[in-house]
């Protein structure tokens, strides 16, 4: 009896301690684990002087794991009051779920672009359920002492591009460029939606394909496996159980020459490599074609629509809004770009030089992110297996666009 | 005590056991059962008895990867059959050989993967297979076989077929135990009378231990069945919830794994996962049952 009662005072103990403290605590859900030591040294405390009787925790787990996660946390009711939001139809299904609270009415939104928001709205645009953190920006980094000791300049057509691919594998110092198949993921993000957007003209291709006046099958879609079924042979021996981390390494180690990249890898790149490095933005097909990047609406926060810290919830997505945080965030993590108005200064030189790329280029998402994956088969996920299949040579590009075509006539009703 | 009807110590040392039991395998799988013939239309469930069922085998997108889940499936088994369980039924008649030295060395060497999580065995063969890293392609090099050297891992032709290598280096310790047990249990004068009819060496192991082992060989064959059939943690740690390469490595575990909890961009679906893991509970029912009424029961057993 003595135990039960023991047992029934600590467990009482432990909910009204939460509620008798005078402090809030707010916990953010992340998948960001790799961010973790800038939350707690640089964010939160700068958030926290601002906001007192406010206290904030982060508590991330591992990237491939946080949607079911997450999902199963907030089914069960013990997730956390601010939900780290992944762009589109996860989230929008975390929305609609009633999960994540309307916050379209929050001061902090007025300082984001229509464009930026679009990630985390209803299709039509009447409720934003996250506040906009950062997006990324495809694009290749190199090795700039690779490039000095074979004397190539940086490419900025396609054609330069394979001649600088072929100049490094006839030196045989170097691996041309590192990325694996394993994964599969890099193929299509680091390749297809990387150099993809030159092909299909950025947004104005999306948006025609979203619509249904264009099909994967049209050349503009499929040119891009093209280009990649030419990596193959460019990528190191064995690349096909080569994964991302292994990617990362060869040329952080200078084994390799080019890297094609996310500008999220700018940091952990900074920590790793000893040589100095450069990017350049994907090529395009002849001199003077108008460029596109793929600038990625990549990551958001939103608010659990059960927290019982509604109030300081709101107050931090406000604070996330302000240059302060901007600042910070931009600064602290160069490669995630800042999706607010707010003129943010970086200091990273390569950052500098992903971010330079906004002026001379037109910005689009990844082609896939937005409702076409919304169905089964899931055009993201099939693109992954299509980008390595290009890449192996397995299918030609026809084929491939085809199959995906196919894939997405059967459940998306404008490709009927 | 003797004289009451309900024998009540009987119930009280069965409770713990019966009720953790429902609670954790008895009730979720009835409930799978149950929610494979759900479906949610805007946040709402709706009863839509076998439609499922009929997504999955009669949609060609489904039912594409469900047969190629069930194929690799399969051929994992087969694997496992032809290569874990002769070797370790050989590893045993080796150890329980009486003039062989330190076999309690061997037997625990040969025992400890078994005991090892799933992600250090997927992380460590990650490794020595490396293209990158590895040892693998060096040391058939320093043998003159650079040639055979592929790596496996990311090859479609190669991937399960290495998988289900590095599972039966893992678990082969398993059949050994079983069957070298079964071994010990050989009465000597029963190999003494086949020795003075002049049966010995080789012949001894085919005509005598081999019959007498046989029902543990059962045993251990439905274990590999019901093991493989559920495997899911090997693919997961060293290919991903993908599979890959291109969907190679998928078995019924995974595509259950991918269609259940969702997977990157695309949202988890309980139901038609249910239907998935019911298919599995099916295939494994079956296959268990083929061999309880088909081959346990004709399985010749010999008392001592």
Redesign the interface.
Known sequence: MNRKLLSLALLGSTILGGAAAADVTLTIESWRNDDLVLWQDKIIPAFEAANPGIKVKFTPSAPAEYNAVLNSKLDAGSAGDLITCRPFDASLALYDGGHLADISGLEGMANFSDVAKSAWQTDDASASFCMPMASVIHGFIYNKEAFAELDIKIPETEAEFFAALETIKADGNYIPMAMGTNDQWEAATMGYNNIGPNYWKGEEGRLALIAGDQKLTDAQWVAPYEALAKWGEYLGDGYEAQTYPDSQNIFTLGRAAIYPAGSWEITGFNAQADFEMGAFKAPVQNAGDTCYISDHTDIALGMNAASPNAEAAKTFLNWMGTSEFAGIYANALPGFFSLSNHEVAMEDPLAQEFVSWRGECESTIRSTYQILSRGTPNLENETWGASVAAIKGSKSGADLGMELQSGLASWYAPHK | MKNSGIKWHVIVFLAPAVLVYTAIMIFPLFNTLRLALYTEVD?VRQFVGLENFRTLFGNP??SGQFWNALGNNFWFFFIHMIVQNPIGIALAAILSHPRLRFAAVYRTAIFVPTILSFVIVGFAW?LI?????GIT?DMLKALGLKWLY???????EYALTTLALISVWQFVGIPMMLIYAALLSIPEEVLEAGEVDGITGFASFWKIKLPLILPSIGIISILTFVGNFNAFDLIYTT????A????STDILGTFMYRTF?????????PHMGSAIASGMFGIILIGVCIYLFGIQTRLRRYQF
Do not use: N
Not at chain 2, 150 to 156: I, Q, T, V
Not at chain 2, 239 to 242: S, T, Y
């Open positions: 946040q997108h489904w990650k297979l490396s293209p990158i890293w392609p592929a790596p496996y891992l990311g090859k479609e290919q991903g919830a993908l890959g390469p291109a969907f909890f969702g997977f990157q961009l695309q949202l988890g679906d």
